[in-house]
C-alpha cells in the first residue's frame, strides 16, 4: 500500500488549497478513504472521509461547510478541498485506508498565516 499526498503550501485567511492523494498497491475502488491532520505535540485528527463510491463522507464540525473530500476512482486519486482557510487549519495533513492495517501517506504540510 502506498499513499502519495501532494498540494500542501503556505496560504492566506481565507485561501483555499486542493489536497491530493494517489493510492497504489490495493483495490482502491473498494477501499474508504479518509483525511487526517495533526499539529506538533498533539494526535493525528480525524478531518473527512469517503466511502468507495463516494456517495458516503463524513466531516470534523470545524471544516464542515468549508471542505469537501471527493474521490475518482478511475485515477486512485482522493482529493480535499479546503475553502475559506483558518490558521487554526494550519497541520500536516494525511490521507489514509484501511486494508488490514490502517495505512498513511508521508503528510504535506499546511500553513495558513499573513
Known amino acids: 500500500v502506498q499513499l502519495v499526498e501532494s498540494g500542501g503550501g503556505l496560504v492566506q485567511p481565507g485561501g483555499s488549497l486542493r489536497l491530493s492523494c494517489v493510492a497504489s498497491g490495493f483495490i482502491f475502488s473498494d477501499s474508504d478513504m479518509s483525511w487526517y491532520r495533526q499539529v506538533p505535540g498533539k494526535g493525528r485528527e480525524f478531518v473527512a472521509f469517503i466511502s468507495p463510491p463516494g456517495s458516503l463522507v463524513y466531516y470534523v464540525d470545524s471544516v464542515k461547510g468549508r471542505f469537501t473530500i471527493e474521490r475518482v476512482n478511475a485515477k486512485n486519486t482522493v482529493y480535499l478541498q479546503m475553502n475559506s482557510l483558518k490558521p487554526e487549519d494550519t497541520a500536516v495533513y494525511y490521507c489514509?485506508?484501511?486494508?488490514?492495517?490502517?495505512?498513511w501517506g508521508q503528510g504535506t504540510q499546511v500553513t495558513v498565516s499573513s
Open positions: 489514509s485506508t484501511f486494508n488490514s492495517g490502517r495505512y
